[in-house]
């Protein structure tokens, strides 16, 4: 079964300075991956998604996460952050063996930006 | 605006004492999924509808309902909840299921006492 993997259940940075999300699965075989960002008292939303193509994808607010099949990362990134991007983020994976295309997610990691 | 929405935001009950759940939509997405999310983990994948089709995931207690009874609302009963039920309870909605974007309510927190 897939599994999903965020080692970094905090992530503490300064406003301005850049952050890398850690996201890992356990499967290569074809998979869609995401990436939901939640925001105190309320539910998830969609940042960015993979599902092909270019492995490089990017979302609205300067996030960007890179596909890579190798490694089976997922990894997000923001080459500078604000204090609103502080949030709970959780990286999740549909495994397209799975006719039901549901999501199984990582733990999350909390992004604490400070001023 | 189309929404998911989720009543209560907040739910305190007893132990054993049954509870109810409520999650409407204004998408008309035809896919409704319950997730528990405990403290500092995943949300977990409790069932979901397709259509007025029931797939319940394999873990989830039996202890765990629902009903939908019209395209706009999904139910989540809890027969007899235990404290180890406190949780955070996220619906999402989707259309036709697949790769399509899910959508989150901003979930109901259950405290069980």
């Known amino acids: 079964a897939q599994s999903v993997t965020q080692l970094d259940s905090q992530v503490p940075v300064f406003e301005e300075a850049p952050v890398e999300l850690r996201c890992n699965y356990s499967s290569s075989v074809s998979v869609y991956l995401f990436w939901y960002v939640q925001y105190p008292n309320q539910g998830l939303q969609l940042l960015l998604k993979y599902l092909s193509g270019s492995t490089l994808v990017e979302s609205i607010n300067g996030f960007e996460a890179e596909f890579n099949k190798s490694q089976t990362s997922f990894h997000l990134r923001k080459p500078s952050v604000h204090i609103s991007d502080t949030a709970e983020y959780f990286c999740?994976?549909?495994?397209?063996?799975?006719?039901?295309?549901?999501?199984?997610f990582g733990s999350g990691t909390r992004l604490l930006v400070r001023p | 605006d189309a929404m998911v929405i989720q009543n209560p935001r907040y739910q305190v009950t007893q132990f054993g004492k049954p509870v109810t759940l409520s999650c409407s939509q204004t998408l008309n997405h035809n896919v409704m999924y319950w997730y528990q999310q405990k403290s500092s983990q995943a949300p977990k994948l409790l069932f979901h509808?397709?259509?007025?089709?029931?797939?319940n995931e394999a873990d989830t207690p039996d202890n765990f309902q629902s009903r939908r009874p019209n395209t706009s609302f999904c139910f989540l009963d809890i027969r007899s909840p235990g404290l180890g039920d406190a949780a955070m309870y996220l619906c999402?909605?989707?259309?036709?299921?697949?790769?399509?974007?899910?959508?989150f309510g901003p979930g109901t927190r259950l405290t069980v006492l």
């Open positions: 999740a994976v549909s495994d397209l063996r799975d006719s039901s295309y549901k999501l199984i």
């Open positions: 509808y397709y259509d007025k089709d029931f797939n």
């Open positions: 999402a909605t989707s259309r036709e299921g697949g790769v399509n974007e899910q959508f």
